[in-house]
Nanobody, 120 residues
Framework: QVQLAESGGGSVQPGGSLRLSCAAS????????MGWYRQAPGKQRELVAT???????NYADSVKGRFTISGDNAKNTVYLQMNSLKPEDTALYCC??????????????WGQGTQVTVSS
Protein backbone atom coordinates (compact mmCIF):
# COMPACT_ATOMS: atom_id res chain seq x y z
CA GLN A 1 0.00 0.00 0.00
CA VAL A 2 1.12 3.55 -0.81
CA GLN A 3 0.13 6.44 1.42
CA LEU A 4 0.53 10.14 0.63
CA ALA A 5 0.62 12.79 3.35
CA GLU A 6 -0.02 16.34 2.16
CA SER A 7 0.42 19.61 4.01
CA GLY A 8 0.95 23.33 3.49
CA GLY A 9 -2.43 24.52 2.26
CA GLY A 10 -4.16 27.55 3.68
CA SER A 11 -5.73 30.92 2.96
CA VAL A 12 -3.71 33.80 1.53
CA GLN A 13 -4.28 37.12 -0.19
CA PRO A 14 -3.60 37.61 -3.90
CA GLY A 15 0.13 37.90 -4.48
CA GLY A 16 0.94 35.75 -1.48
CA SER A 17 2.87 32.48 -1.30
CA LEU A 18 2.40 28.95 -0.02
CA ARG A 19 4.60 25.85 0.01
CA LEU A 20 2.94 22.45 -0.30
CA SER A 21 4.57 19.18 0.74
CA CYS A 22 3.72 15.58 -0.07
CA ALA A 23 5.51 12.67 1.56
CA ALA A 24 5.07 9.13 0.26
CA SER A 25 5.34 6.08 2.47
CA UNK A 26 5.30 2.37 1.80
CA UNK A 27 7.63 -0.49 0.98
CA UNK A 28 9.47 -0.87 -2.30
CA UNK A 29 7.82 2.24 -3.74
CA UNK A 30 9.74 2.27 -7.03
CA UNK A 31 8.59 5.80 -7.76
CA UNK A 32 8.67 7.12 -11.30
CA UNK A 33 7.20 10.56 -10.69
CA MET A 34 5.23 12.68 -8.26
CA GLY A 35 3.21 15.79 -8.78
CA TRP A 36 0.30 18.04 -7.97
CA TYR A 37 -3.15 18.30 -9.49
CA ARG A 38 -5.94 20.64 -8.46
CA GLN A 39 -9.71 20.68 -8.62
CA ALA A 40 -12.13 23.51 -7.92
CA PRO A 41 -15.82 22.84 -7.15
CA GLY A 42 -17.72 22.03 -10.33
CA LYS A 43 -14.57 21.82 -12.43
CA GLN A 44 -12.38 19.04 -13.79
CA ARG A 45 -9.16 18.04 -12.09
CA GLU A 46 -6.16 19.55 -13.87
CA LEU A 47 -2.43 19.04 -13.81
CA VAL A 48 -0.41 21.68 -11.98
CA ALA A 49 3.13 20.29 -12.02
CA THR A 50 5.00 16.98 -12.01
CA UNK A 51 8.57 15.88 -11.44
CA UNK A 52 10.37 12.61 -12.12
CA UNK A 53 12.98 11.04 -9.89
CA UNK A 54 15.60 12.18 -12.39
CA UNK A 55 14.47 15.80 -12.10
CA UNK A 56 12.45 16.29 -15.26
CA UNK A 57 9.56 18.72 -14.65
CA ASN A 58 6.29 19.60 -16.33
CA TYR A 59 4.04 22.59 -15.58
CA ALA A 60 0.64 23.82 -16.59
CA ASP A 61 0.94 26.99 -18.67
CA SER A 62 -1.14 28.88 -16.12
CA VAL A 63 1.44 28.41 -13.36
CA LYS A 64 4.74 28.69 -15.25
CA GLY A 65 6.97 31.34 -13.76
CA ARG A 66 4.98 31.39 -10.51
CA PHE A 67 5.14 27.80 -9.20
CA THR A 68 8.21 25.62 -8.72
CA ILE A 69 8.12 21.88 -8.08
CA SER A 70 11.04 20.08 -6.45
CA GLY A 71 11.71 16.71 -4.89
CA ASP A 72 13.82 14.91 -2.32
CA ASN A 73 14.36 11.34 -3.44
CA ALA A 74 15.86 10.27 -0.10
CA LYS A 75 12.68 11.37 1.70
CA ASN A 76 10.23 10.36 -1.05
CA THR A 77 8.86 13.88 -0.82
CA VAL A 78 7.78 16.45 -3.36
CA TYR A 79 7.27 20.18 -2.80
CA LEU A 80 5.36 22.88 -4.63
CA GLN A 81 6.43 26.46 -4.02
CA MET A 82 3.58 28.72 -5.09
CA ASN A 83 4.27 32.44 -5.51
CA SER A 84 2.21 35.33 -6.84
CA LEU A 85 -0.97 33.45 -6.07
CA LYS A 86 -4.17 34.47 -7.83
CA PRO A 87 -7.83 33.90 -6.91
CA GLU A 88 -8.09 31.44 -9.81
CA ASP A 89 -5.52 29.25 -8.05
CA THR A 90 -8.12 28.47 -5.40
CA ALA A 91 -8.70 24.71 -5.39
CA LEU A 92 -8.13 21.44 -3.59
CA TYR A 93 -4.56 20.44 -4.41
CA CYS A 94 -3.97 16.69 -4.54
CA CYS A 95 -0.66 14.88 -4.59
CA UNK A 96 -0.13 12.23 -7.23
CA UNK A 97 2.40 9.42 -7.33
CA UNK A 98 3.23 7.13 -10.23
CA UNK A 99 5.21 3.99 -9.51
CA UNK A 100 6.35 0.90 -11.36
CA UNK A 101 4.55 -2.18 -10.06
CA UNK A 102 6.04 -4.52 -12.64
CA UNK A 103 8.24 -4.21 -15.70
CA UNK A 104 6.42 -1.86 -18.04
CA UNK A 105 3.44 -1.53 -15.69
CA UNK A 106 2.71 1.65 -13.75
CA UNK A 107 0.05 2.64 -11.24
CA UNK A 108 -1.37 5.95 -9.98
CA UNK A 109 -1.96 6.89 -6.35
CA TRP A 110 -3.68 9.96 -4.91
CA GLY A 111 -3.59 11.88 -1.66
CA GLN A 112 -6.72 13.28 -0.02
CA GLY A 113 -5.74 16.84 -0.86
CA THR A 114 -4.93 20.11 0.86
CA GLN A 115 -7.07 23.21 0.35
CA VAL A 116 -5.62 26.41 -1.10
CA THR A 117 -7.77 29.54 -0.96
CA VAL A 118 -6.68 32.86 -2.47
CA SER A 119 -8.93 35.82 -1.72
CA SER A 120 -8.85 39.42 -0.57
Amino acid sequence: QVQLAESGGGSVQPGGSLRLSCAASGSNLRINSMGWYRQAPGKQRELVATITTTGSTNYADSVKGRFTISGDNAKNTVYLQMNSLKPEDTALYCCNLVREVWVGVRANYWGQGTQVTVSS
